[in-house]
C-alpha cells in the first residue's frame, strides 16, 4: 500500500521499479505533476479521469485485460501512449478530442477500428500495429486531414485501398503492410500533397506538454517502421524528414499506376510480396528522393526502364523474385545493387551473366571464319578448274582417236 506523501508543488516524482501493489494513490490527483513514473510495479484497477486531466505525464508499464483510462471531455492530453501492454477487446472510442498522437500498438485489441476516429480532428499520429484489427479497410480508413502517419501494420485487415486516400492531405507515412488487403493500387495514391512536395513541410508538434504514457519511455516514441529492410525507428524529431509508402505483405495484384512517379518526395517504397504484374513504370525514374526500393516478390515482367539510372540516393533497390528479362540497366548507383535473382531472363554485369548483345567474337570463332573463307577459296578454285580440265579432257581424247585411226590405217 501507498504511503501518504505531503505534496505541495512537486512536478517530478518517480516510484517506478518498486513493486508497489494496489489501487492509484489518490495523492497523485490534482497535483502539479509534468512527469509521473509508475512503470514495473503491480497497480490495478481503473486510471482515475481526474489524474488523467491533469496529470502531463504518467509513466506505467504494464496494464491488464480491460483496465483502459476513462477519458472524459475536459481532458487536456495531446499524446496517449499505451502501446505494448496486453489490453484486449475493441479499440476504445471516447478518446480525447484534443489528442494528436496515439499508440496502440503490440497489444491484443480486435474488431474493427472505430467509425469515430475521424472526428479527433487534430489527431496527427495514429500506431495500432501489432494488434488482430480486422474489417474492411474502406469501411474504416480514419479521414482525418491532420494525420501524418498511420501505421497499421500487422493486422487482419481485409478489403482494399481506397480512392478516397489522398483526401489524408497532410500524410507522409503510410504503412498497410502485413495484412490481408486486396484489390489494386489505387492511382489517387499519386495526389498526397506531402509525398509529391520535395520541400520539407514541418511536422506540427505539440503546443504542450500534455502526455500520458503507459510505457516506460517519457518521450515521445519513435515510430518503428520497415526501413531498408530492417525494423528502425524514425525518431519523432526528425519526423519531417520521412515520407514513407509501404503496403507490402498483401495480396494486393493489378498494376502498378503509372502515376505514382510523381511521389518526388517519397524516400521509401515497398509493395514487395504482392500478387502485382505488368511492368515497371518508367516514371519511376522520376523518384528523386527514393533511398529504398522494393519491388521484389511479384508478378512484374518485362525490362527494366534506363531511367532508373536516375535515382541518385537511392541505396536499397530490390527487384528479385519476379518475372524480369532483358538488360540491367548501368549507369550511377545502378552499378552497386545485386538484388535482382530469380529473374531467369535478366543479364547485366551486376548478376555476372553476359548479355547476348555484349559476346565478343572469340578466337576459336575466327579460325573458323578464316577456315570457312578457305573453304569457300577452294570451292571457287574447283568451279574455275573444272571447266577447264573437262574441255582439256576432251580435245585430249579427240587427239587419241585420231591417233587410233591411222595407226589401224596402217
Not at 483502459?68 to 501512449?81: A, E, R, V
Not at 485501398?161 to 493500387?185: A, E, F, K, Q, V
Not at 533497390?317 to 535482382?340: A, C, H, Y
Request: proline residues 5%; contains cysteine; glycine residues 8%.
Amino acid at each position: 500500500m501507498f504511503i501518504s506523501i505531503y505534496i505541495t508543488n512537486m512536478i517530478y516524482l518517480d516510484l517506478s521499479q518498486n513493486n508497489i501493489e494496489g489501487r492509484y494513490p489518490d495523492f497523485l490527483i490534482g497535483g502539479k505533476f509534468q512527469i509521473i513514473y509508475l512503470f514495473e510495479n503491480k497497480l490495478t484497477g481503473l486510471i482515475p479521469p481526474l489524474l488523467i486531466e491533469s496529470a502531463n505525464l504518467l509513466g506505467y508499464r504494464v496494464l491488464f485485460g480491460d483496465n483502459l483510462p476513462l477519458f472524459g471531455d475536459k481532458s487536456i492530453l495531446h499524446t496517449l501512449d499505451l502501446s505494448y501492454n496486453n489490453f484486449s477487446g475493441n479499440i476504445p472510442i471516447n478518446f480525447p478530442k484534443g489528442i494528436r498522437h496515439l499508440y496502440l500498438c503490440g497489444n491484443k485489441f480486435s474488431g474493427n477500428l472505430p467509425w469515430n476516429l475521424t472526428r479527433l480532428v487534430d489527431l496527427r499520429v495514429l500506431d495500432i500495429h501489432g494488434n488482430n484489427i480486422t474489417g474492411k479497410l474502406q469501411d474504416t480508413l480514419p479521414q482525418n486531414q491532420a494525420l501524418e502517419a498511420l501505421i497499421l501494420r500487422n493486422n487482419s485487415l481485409e478489403g482494399y485501398i481506397p480512392s478516397n486516400i489522398y483526401n489524408l492531405t497532410s500524410l507522409r507515412i503510410l504503412d498497410l503492410s502485413w495484412n490481408n488487403l486486396t484489390g489494386s493500387l489505387p492511382q489517387e495514391m499519386a495526389n498526397l500533397p506531402i509525398m509529391m512536395e520535395t520541400h520539407q513541410i514541418p511536422t506540427l508538434f505539440p503546443t504542450s506538454h500534455s502526455i500520458l504514457a503507459i510505457d516506460r519511455d517519457f518521450t515521445y516514441r519513435d515510430l518503428v517502421v520497415t526501413w531498408k529492410k530492417s525494423f528502425q525507428g524514425l525518431a519523432f524529431r526528425n519526423f519531417d524528414t520521412y515520407t514513407l509508402l509501404d503496403v507490402s505483405h498483401n495480396k494486393i495484384s493489378g498494376e502498378i499506376p503509372s502515376s505514382l512517379g510523381s511521389l518526388k518526395a517519397l524516400k521509401l517504397f515497398n509493395i514487395s510480396h504482392n500478387r502485382i504484374s505488368g511492368h515497371i513504370p518508367v516514371s519511376f525514374g522520376d523518384l528523386q528522393n527514393i533511398e529504398s526500393l522494393d519491388l521484389s516478390h511479384n508478378e512484374i515482367s518485362g525490362s527494366i526502364p534506363q531511367s532508373l539510372v536516375k535515382l541518385k540516393q537511392v541505396s536499397v533497390l530490390d527487384l528479385s523474385n519476379n518475372r524480369l528479362t532483358g538488360k540491367i540497366p548501368v549507369g550511377s548507383q545502378m552499378d552497386t545493387m545485386t538484388e535482382f535473382g530469380n529473374n531467369p531472363g535478366l543479364c547485366g554485369m551486376q548478376i555476372g551473366v553476359t548479355c547476348p548483345e555484349d559476346i565478343r567474337p572469340s578466337k576459336e570463332k575466327e579460325k573458323d571464319d578464316g577456315d570457312g573463307k578457305n573453304s569457300w577459296f577452294l570451292w571457287e578454285g574447283t568451279w574455275v578448274g573444272f571447266p577447264f580440265g573437262f574441255f582439256s579432257s576432251i580435245v585430249i581424247m579427240g587427239y587419241f582417236l585420231d591417233f587410233l585411226r591411222l595407226f589401224k590405217l596402217w
